[in-house]
């Protein structure tokens, strides 16, 4: 069984009558990666305040690790990072400067704090940069520095909290990149809040679809779509060499399979299930040559629509 470190029970929220979280549950397991997914406004900053003890419940309760984030909030933070949307830094140290003296807020000094802070500079890809002011770094090279001063401290949990806003795409990747190596790598738990869907289906392990303070489903991708689009059909491509009625009629006989039709050299099938091992072996034993094959995957772009569609929650 998975061990949860983060337990998320009936946590509410309310500001001025406004409910901004509302009876949220949720388990996150150690050394997953998990994403927190929804619109701008939804909430999601508000739960990691809470999370970080930094803003207090109306309702529930949040365990890190056994620690009460209400009542332990300096035992949550010791064992958390946190990277917000926007560092700072002061920008007339470098890099280095930068990171020793967070290695000392966190009683980490001399020797260690200097080896530890050359390490993560190297491991974020800032070692070139590492004697340069901070304040003619790049939004990519902060956040990577973000990065590298949020694990100096060796916490177990990082808390990202739409951390590629403003970086260029290749930045992002390879910010993406760095965080699930450092996961697997290390065995950091990472709880990842965007609104940004390819970001979070490129690395989460599982995912959680929030909005207007509620968490709509959650789950592994994969699982999540299998759920929703069961019976739902999938279109199967296929460019064969020699397209035959005698083909056409075999694949129609496969199980799962609704309608077969074709243009040039392409096959398109409607099936309510995967069946492309099945359709290989019907083209090849008819004689045809199989140049390529694919199918229609659900992912979290449906997944999503499928809840937000034209602004309807779908519960």
């Given at each position: 069984?998975?061990?949860?470190?983060?337990?998320?029970?009936?946590?509410?929220?309310?500001?001025?009558?406004?409910?901004?979280?509302?009876?949220?549950?949720?388990?996150?397991?150690?050394?997953?990666?998990?994403?927190?997914?929804?619109?701008?406004?939804?909430?999601?900053?508000?739960?990691?305040?809470?999370?970080?003890?930094?803003?207090?419940?109306?309702?529930?309760?949040?365990?890190?690790?056994?620690?009460?984030?209400?009542?332990?909030?300096?035992?949550?933070?010791?064992?958390?990072?946190?990277?917000?949307?926007?560092?700072?830094?002061?920008?007339?140290?470098?890099?280095?400067?930068?990171?020793?003296?967070?290695?000392?807020?966190?009683?980490?000094?001399?020797?260690?704090?200097?080896?530890?802070?050359?390490?993560?500079?190297?491991?974020?890809?800032?070692?070139?940069?590492?004697?340069?002011?901070?304040?003619?770094?790049?939004?990519?090279?902060?956040?990577?520095?973000?990065?590298?001063?949020?694990?100096?401290?060796?916490?177990?949990?990082?808390?990202?909290?739409?951390?590629?806003?403003?970086?260029?795409?290749?930045?992002?990747?390879?910010?993406?990149d760095l965080?699930?190596?450092?996961?697997?790598?290390?065995?950091?738990?990472?709880?990842?809040?965007?609104?940004?869907?390819?970001?979070?289906?490129?690395?989460?392990?599982?995912?959680?679809?929030?909005?207007?303070?509620?968490?709509?489903?959650?789950?592994?991708?994969?699982?999540?779509?299998?759920?929703?689009?069961?019976?739902?059909?999938?279109?199967?491509?296929a460019q064969?060499?020699?397209?035959t009625q005698?083909?056409?009629?075999?694949?129609?006989?496969?199980?799962?399979?609704?309608?077969?039709?074709?243009?040039?050299?392409?096959?398109?099938?409607?099936?309510?299930?995967?069946?492309?091992?099945?359709?290989?072996?019907?083209?090849?034993?008819?004689?045809?040559?199989?140049?390529?094959?694919?199918?229609?995957?659900?992912?979290?772009?449906?997944?999503?629509?499928?809840?937000?569609?034209?602004?309807?929650?779908?519960?």
């Amino acid at each position: 069984m998975p061990e949860p470190i983060i337990e998320i029970k009936d946590l509410t929220k309310d500001y001025e009558g406004k409910r901004a979280v509302d009876h949220l549950n949720l388990n996150i397991n150690k050394g997953e990666i998990f994403g927190l997914l929804g619109p701008n406004g939804a909430g999601k900053t508000t739960v990691i305040l809470m999370l970080l003890g930094l803003s207090e419940p109306t309702g529930g309760s949040i365990k890190i690790s056994g620690y009460d984030s209400t009542t332990e909030p300096l035992k949550v933070k010791k064992i958390t990072g946190y990277l917000p949307d926007q560092v700072g830094f002061y920008e007339n140290r470098t890099g280095l400067e930068n990171l020793l003296y967070t290695a000392r807020l966190n009683g980490i000094s001399g020797k260690r704090a200097y080896e530890s802070a050359e390490k993560l500079l190297d491991i974020v890809g800032l070692r070139e940069a590492k004697y340069k002011k901070t304040g003619i770094y790049s939004k990519g090279m902060k956040q990577r520095l973000g990065l590298a001063d949020v694990l100096i401290k060796e916490p177990e949990i990082i808390i990202l909290d739409e951390p590629t806003i403003g970086i260029d795409p290749k930045g992002i990747n390879e910010f993406l990149d760095l965080i699930r190596k450092l996961s697997k790598d290390k065995g950091i738990t990472v709880l990842l809040s965007s609104h940004l869907l390819h970001q979070v289906q490129k690395i989460c392990d599982r995912v959680g679809l929030f909005v207007d303070g509620r968490l709509l489903a959650e789950g592994n991708i994969d699982e999540m779509a299998e759920k929703l689009f069961n019976n739902k059909e999938i279109a199967i491509k296929a460019q064969v060499s020699n397209i035959t009625q005698d083909l056409i009629d075999d694949l129609k006989k496969i199980e799962g399979i609704r309608k077969v039709s074709y243009s040039g050299d392409w096959l398109i099938i409607k099936s309510i299930e995967n069946v492309t091992p099945a359709i290989a072996k019907s083209i090849i034993a008819k004689g045809g040559s199989l140049y390529q094959l694919s199918y229609e995957k659900y992912g979290l772009d449906e997944i999503y629509q499928y809840y937000f569609e034209g602004g309807v929650r779908h519960d």
